[in-house]
């Protein structure tokens, strides 16, 4: 049995300083969070470990997109699973930008100055709609004019890569070749843009069963995996759904702020994926309840 031993801070404390002191004190999430952040370093740190990113389009309109890149750039996981709406931000940010706004703003009148209101973050219509169509649109045009005519949703993140600045993680996905899963791919602007664009070029589609053949793969490949899961939803089970496949993940880390008492999977805590083969028995693991914009930089410190 480990004693619980008191800590102190200063001005010069640092986040790993932080970590190791909450490994020692114990306490709810704070312990939670120290071991979250070692099984991070652990699962990353193996050279035989295919690791799984995943997370909801949300974050990706604050300024936790640095972070997701810095992760991309630096080769710190395998493939990342991720919803639609990332697509979009990701382009919208490149070209415009967001803006700092509040819960409790009047809804009606963000929408007659222009603004989409995203938690406390405004999003300028003129950005979000149109700038991303214009860019998707001529993208799209440019990938049929190359003779290319069916793409998996990773390849079509590739082809956006390719064609959008450093600092995103479309161009980091491309760059360091990180296959980007999007079994959601009609759920945002960008599914409705190639809903426009095929009307006019019946031939080109986006098959996500291109995806699901490369998810087969490496779970078939790769008999040790890891995952670090930010909320839940489709991004989170399409990670745990292919792993059942070899007997499930070996380490797994969950940010979630949403409570179990529901029965949605995105409350659903990383035990409850033991019962389903999708998670091993004897796998390290653990679930972070709170905001991923608070948690997330303190769990990948230990790692960037």
Not at 29 to 48: F, G, H, P, S, Y
Not at 235 to 256: E, M, P
Request: charged share 25%.
């Amino acid at each position: 049995m480990k004693k619980v031993e008191d800590y102190t801070i200063s001005g010069n404390t640092s986040l790993s300083d932080l970590l190791e002191n909450w490994a020692r004190a114990g306490g709810f999430v704070a312990k939670k969070l120290a071991d979250a952040a070692d099984i991070v370093r652990e699962m990353t740190e193996r050279d035989d470990c295919y690791n799984f990113l995943s997370f909801p389009a949300c974050i990706i309109s604050t300024g936790l997109r640095g972070v997701i890149v810095q992760l991309l750039e630096k080769k710190k996981f395998d493939a990342v699973v991720t919803t639609c709406g990332t697509l979009d931000h990701d382009i919208a940010r490149a070209y415009g930008e967001y803006y700092h706004g509040s819960f409790m703003l009047d809804d009606e009148e963000v929408r007659e100055k222009g603004f989409s209101r995203l938690g406390n973050v405004l999003v300028p219509t003129s950005v979000y709609g149109d700038e991303v169509e214009k860019r998707v649109m001529q993208w799209l045009q440019e990938i049929y004019d190359e003779g290319k005519r069916e793409l998996g949703t990773y390849e079509l993140v590739w082809e956006f890569g390719k064609r959008m600045p450093e600092n995103t993680i479309c161009h980091q996905a491309w760059k360091n070749k990180i296959p980007v899963f999007i079994p959601g791919i009609t759920d945002g602007a960008i599914g409705t843009h190639l809903l426009m664009f095929s009307q006019d070029h019946s031939d080109f589609r986006v098959n996500v069963l291109r995806d699901e053949k490369m998810l087969s793969d490496i779970v078939f490949d790769h008999p040790v995996t890891g995952a670090l899961m930010i909320g839940g939803g489709i991004s989170k089970h399409h990670v745990i759904w292919w792993n059942q496949f070899k007997d499930g993940l070996d380490y797994a880390v969950y940010l979630t702020s949403a409570p179990e008492w529901d029965g949605s999977l995105s409350g659903a805590r990383m035990r409850e994926a033991i019962s389903w083969g999708k998670l091993k028995a004897r796998a390290r693991y653990v679930t972070v309840e709170g905001d991923a914009t608070v948690n997330l930089p303190l769990v990948v410190s230990r790692i960037l």
